[in-house]
């Protein structure tokens, strides 16, 4: 039942990063028809925003200390963060150990802008090309940005710790009289998404920006007809969905540390979820966003693995195929959606 | 009529040994000049570097490159000379290898083995490359081995670990300096039975893929000839990032050490995972829960940060070795480069300059000279002790390092510490251990 139940947090705190990637992909689907392969490089710019920080935060000033040996047996040369000198090492370690929330301040604005460059910039010359462009435009793309990442940081991962006050681990099972440990900052990631979903939902729900977004989403030929300038909202949607897909990356990174190749790694799982959960659909990507995640959460079970050998490496596109036979649309698919 | 003598059976007769007399020469030629796949002409000798440059394991080949640059320096006799100094042969007089500069290509592996074996055809066949040495991975390793036996040219290994490379995948013209799984159970064996003593349960989670299978099982099989129990041995796609899932059952499992046959990336995450799950603090069955990375990559470790802290691992080199050679290597390389060698650099800067020597001796390029120089070849000064080129496998004996994740490091670079230096004698398998078994060393192909 133990067994159960950590494998149920573990596919919800999965299922959180796949919804929020998701749901991204899904905003950006939904009102510019794009299908944007480069969602999982911002993903990862939004993690090295938080890499970023960490090293802003670290900026030190260089001494010698004669005591001790570098590995070349000069005298060591011992950096200490300016923000410890300024402010104390109690004081100014807290703030660099607070540097992945500190992040989402950094990295709202950044990928905001990450966003509308690359929707400007980029993509909006191909919004009348076929699907087929976009995606290879978009692939392009986030190879491009991959291989800068890499240029700057390296090819190697990079550790960003989470606050040592949320880093260790809590017994959640305590409440139920169960002994079920797990780690603090996943459930913080967990509560981190359903915020973050909650957020966009109810920005299109209850504000006339969102109003008139969902309304271009379902009928962009009439909203124009009246008046309204829809490309410029659409515009700032992608902006919006490429600043979810980095706050996803900023809280992701004390779970794994981050390299230049993590966006890959979920890009195609994030399809896979907005297929599952029907493209178009918001409150699809997010449910497929968490059923896979649970899926894959309970595949990799012991006892799972040893009835059906290799399971844990397909069962989110076994899933998929089962889904699709069933329902072609997927979970919460709209009729007219990427249909001809 | 005509007067002329000419026939047509006449002229095909003198054509056809026309023919065969320009297209003697050319015979003759092609098998004399080229006694053996690109032997050099001129006045130097090219030499191909099959590294990672692009990929997850971009950082080692980097590192790898850097290696190779300063070992090709010294043979050139440029720069402090290095390890050349060290080395027990002094045929290397710092003037290339038998009077040839030595030059060098580069090629990427990207970590895939169609890759590196295209890269590794291209410069055997484009640039003349003489000899192919690098890579990062067992895979890579492997299937490259497999292609300079087939092209006629030596492939000295870089870092591979698998038990296969020099087991059953072993080539007559492959060599490997460096280490294997087994090496480093039977290194680690020891040291965790001292420390854990011989009443564990042990969990598994590995890698699935060669190195892993190969590092599982000699690990398994060490641990449970000191009495440990093998709880599970679970497989994990080379391919994962979270590894939350796979820590997750391993609460309840009634383990008390967790064994990650893991490497680079997949290692990173897993003790990473491992870690967050709060397992370095666990107590299981009255003891404390211990974890332990076989194969560890300081580089890598790096992106582990803290986590890394007390764990126990192998590795086949460390900066921190007090003998001269390790000092000369890390001058050379520190000086020229601002930071210390990893174990990737050291390998591959061994394997160039064993290679050298080989050919020194031998006084030749011909690949099947130079086996037959490293086949038996004793020597020391490369900062491992006491090595011999084993001839029935071309695999190097010497001494292993066991690490531990250091507590309190002095500087970025100061991750691990060296635990205790097993010597060569206790990590060395007869040629016809089980788990080497299959394949066979062949003959030399000299092309």
């Known amino acids: ?32 028809g794009v299908v944007n392969f480069a969602h999982g490089a911002l993903f990862m710019i939004g993690a090295f925003c938080a890499v970023t920080v960490q090293r802003i935060l670290n900026i030190s000033f260089e001494t010698v200390d004669p005591t001790q040996t570098d590995f070349l047996g000069n005298a060591l040369i ?43 910039g980029l993509i909006k010359h191909f919004y009348k090309r076929p699907h087929a462009d976009q995606i290879l435009v978009t692939f392009g793309l986030a190879i491009v940005l991959q291989e800068m990442i890499k240029f700057f940081y390296g090819a190697n991962p990079i550790q960003t710790p989470a606050p040592e006050m949320l880093s260790g681990i809590v017994n959640v099972g305590a409440i139920i009289g169960m002994d079920i440990v797990y780690p603090v900052w996943r459930i913080v990631y967990f509560f981190f998404s359903l915020l973050v979903i909650g957020g966009i939902f109810s920005f299109l729900q209850f504000t006339t920006f969102g109003m008139v977004v969902r309304a271009g989403m379902a ?39 981050p390299n230049y190749h993590m966006g890959m790694d979920f890009l195609v799982l994030s399809f896979v979820v907005v297929v599952v959960g029907g493209m178009g659909s918001l409150p699809g990507a997010v449910l497929a966003g968490f059923l896979l995640g649970i899926l894959e959460s309970f595949a990799s079970m012991n006892e799972i693995k040893s009835l059906i050998p290799g399971i844990d490496q397909i069962i989110i596109y076994l899933v998929a195929i089962i889904i699709l036979l069933v329902r072609p649309r997927g979970l919460m698919g709209r009729k007219g959606v990427m249909e001809e | 009529m005509s007067n002329s003598k000419f026939t047509r059976r006449g002229m095909l007769k003198t ?90 290509v580069t090629g990427d592996t990207q970590t895939k083995s169609d890759a590196a074996r295209a890269s590794a055809k ?91 299978w190969t590092q599982e099982e000699s690990i398994a099989a060490a641990t449970e000839a000191m009495g440990w129990n093998t709880v599970n041995k679970v497989r994990t796609p080379l391919a994962s990032t979270d590894f939350s899932s796979y820590i997750a059952p391993v609460l309840n499992s009634g383990a008390d050490v967790l064994i990650l046959n893991h490497y680079g990336g997949n290692m990173v995450n897993s003790l990473t995972n491992a870690v967050q799950f709060g397992l370095k603090d666990k107590m299981v069955n009255g003891k404390n829960f211990e974890i332990v990375v076989p194969l560890y990559s300081r580089l890598m470790a790096k992106g582990a940060g803290a986590n890394v802290k007390g764990i126990l691992g192998s590795t086949n080199w460390h900066w921190s070795l007090q003998d001269d050679a390790t000092k000369a290597f890390v001058k050379s390389f520190g000086t020229k480069y601002g930071f210390p060698p990893s174990q ?9 300059l064993l290679y050298a020597d080989a050919a020194q001796r031998a006084g030749t390029f011909n690949p099947c000279g130079i086996g037959e120089a490293l086949e038996g070849f004793e020597f020391d000064g ?42 060569a004698g206790q990590v060395t398998y007869p040629i016809d251990h089980p788990m080497f078994a299959g394949g066979a060393l062949g003959t030399c192909n000299a092309g």
């Not at chain 1, 139940?5 to 009102?31: E, H, M, P, V």
């Not at chain 2, 080229?34 to 099959?50: D, M, R």
């Not at chain 2, 640039?127 to 990062?136: E, H, K, L, T, Y």
């Not at chain 2, 001494?399 to 309190?408: A, M, P, Q, T």
């Open chain 2, 344 to 352: 990737a650099a050291h390998t591959v800067y061994c394997q160039t």
């Open chain 1, 1 to 32: 039942m133990d067994a159960i139940l950590l494998q149920i947090l573990n596919g919800l705190d999965k299922g959180s990063a796949y919804a929020l990637i998701a749901l991204g992909l899904t905003l950006i689907f939904g009102t510019l």
């Open chain 1, 78 to 120: 011992v950096k200490t963060p300016y923000l410890e000198a300024w402010f104390g090492p109690e004081t100014g370690g807290s703030i660099i150990d607070w540097a992945v929330p500190l992040a989402i301040l950094f990295a709202i604005p950044v990928m905001v802008f990450v966003g509308f460059a690359m929707e400007r």
């Open chain 2, 15 to 104: 054509g056809a040994i026309a023919g065969a007399g320009v297209a003697l020469p050319t015979i003759f030629t092609a098998s004399s000049v080229a006694a053996y796949t690109n032997e050099p002409t001129g006045g130097s000798v090219t030499l191909g570097f099959n590294v990672p440059q692009t990929g997850p394991y971009a950082d080692e080949g980097a590192d790898e490159l850097r290696a190779y640059q300063l070992a090709v320096e010294h043979l050139n006799g440029e720069g402090d000379g290095g390890m050349m100094n060290t080395f027990s042969s002094k045929e290397l007089q710092g003037n290339g290898i038998l009077g040839k500069k030595v030059e060098f």
């Open chain 2, 122 to 212: 291209s410069m055997i066949e484009k640039d003349g490359a003489v000899m192919i040495s690098g890579g990062s991975s067992s895979g890579v390793a492997i299937a490259v081995q497999g292609l300079c036996q087939e092209a006629g040219v030596i492939f000295m290994a870089g870092l591979t670990h698998s038990n296969d490379t020099t087991g059953k995948d072993k080539k007559a013209n492959g060599f490997r300096h460096f280490f294997n799984a087994y090496m480093s159970a039977a290194a680690l064996a020891p040291v965790l039975k001292n420390l854990y003593g011989t009443d564990r349960n042990a969990y598994h989670l590995t890698a699935d893929y060669t190195w892993g």
């Open chain 1, 219 to 257: 009928d962009r030929e009439t909203v124009g007809l009246l008046g309204i300038n829809i490309d410029k909202r659409f515009t700032i949607m992608f902006g919006i969905a490429a600043a979810v897909a980095g706050l996803a990356g900023v809280m992701y990174t004390p779970i794994n540390s």
């Open chain 2, 382 to 423: 490369l900062g491992n002790g006491k090595t011999l080129y084993r001839a029935g496998d071309h695999q190097c004996f010497k001494d292993v390092l066991v690490v531990k994740g250091k507590e309190n490091p002095t500087s970025e670079f100061d991750l691990l510490e060296v635990v205790e230096v097993t010597p």
